[in-house]
């Protein structure tokens, strides 16, 4: 693999079930029929060449989740990074903390804190 390619590894972490009434705004103007409308949220590793390991983290908590009707947790951040053999020791950035912060706000990369 040449040294300026990265490998990303989606992981989808959630999803919800709600209708598309309640998801677009002013659904009821486009003259269609309510109908179910599913979303799923997932988090990105991103591991370069080099070895370095950055996570981008796209807004679902945890937390959030237990909270919000519809919503519902397929794997934690800290299992899914178990499953990949990564730990955040590991990290050399990460956007956003939303989900890193549901494990533990301790457990932010080095280069973040």
Known sequence: ????V?????VRCGRMSSTK???YHRFSTY??????????YFFYVL???AGRVAL???????EEAGRRPGRETVVTVAEALARLRLSFDRFTA???FSSVD?????????ACR
């Open 1 to 4: 693999m040449p040294d300026d």
């Open 6 to 10: 990265w490998e990303i590894i989606a």
């Open 21 to 23: 009434e309640a998801l």
């Open 31 to 40: 003259g269609e029929p309510d109908a179910p409308q599913g979303m799923e």
């Open 47 to 49: 591991l370069s060449p």
């Open 56 to 62: 981008v983290d796209c807004g679902f908590s945890i």
């Open 94 to 96: 990460n956007c956003r």
């Open 102 to 110: 549901s494990v533990d706000p301790t457990l932010r990369c080095p």
